[in-house]
């Protein structure tokens, strides 16, 4: 008879992990994210600046394989305000860095089907119902994923 191998939660989670550290090596690589050094260079900040960012929650990053720490790359690009990016960072709090991800890049009813990265760049929904969209609009809707 052949015992048959029995998956636990554990082994779930572990592959879920390995394969979100696969993904974002991936957007390591491609740009997307950052390295600590390069985000610092890019927004032209010392270490310590970029510490106390951190720890005001200004700024995020993601984990990443072996301990890495991954940094969105749009934190750093001037197409965004960097002080309309840190409002909508901090007002999303202890969140993890994953959870802040997804909540900039992904598209929201609230924000008439754009993503809050979508509206900082000037993007506007279609409709004249949700043409008001803007920065307000997107720290309520983070305040509200921090009550969710």
């Known amino acids: 008879m052949t015992e048959r191998k029995r998956t636990t939660?554990?082994?779930?989670?572990?592959?879920?992990m390995e394969e979100a550290f696969a993904l974002r090596k991936a957007l390591f690589e491609c740009g997307q994210l950052l390295d600590r050094e390069t985000l610092r260079q890019r927004l032209g900040?010392?270490?310590?600046?970029l510490r106390g960012w951190?720890?005001?929650?200004?700024?995020?990053?993601v984990?990443?394989?072996s301990g890495a720490r991954y940094y969105p790359a749009f934190?750093?690009?001037?197409?965004?305000?960097s002080?309309?990016?840190a409002a909508v960072s901090r007002a999303l709090g202890t969140l993890p860095g994953s959870t802040k991800w997804v909540f900039f890049t992904n598209p929201r009813g609230s924000l008439g089907g754009l993503s809050p990265l979508e509206?900082?760049?000037?993007?506007?929904?279609?409709?004249?119902t949700a043409s008001g969209v803007g920065l307000e609009t997107i720290l309520?809707?983070?305040?509200?994923?921090?009550?969710?």
Do not use: N, W
């Open 9 to 16: 939660a554990r082994d779930y989670r572990t592959a879920m």
């Open 45 to 49: 900040i010392s270490e310590l600046a």
């Open 54 to 61: 951190l720890r005001r929650r200004s700024l995020f990053y």
């Open 63 to 65: 984990d990443g394989p």
């Open 75 to 81: 934190l750093a690009d001037p197409a965004y305000s």
């Open 83 to 85: 002080t309309a990016l």
């Open 119 to 128: 509206i900082l760049a000037g993007k506007r929904p279609p409709g004249g």
């Open 140 to 148: 309520r809707a983070a305040r509200a994923e921090v009550e969710f």
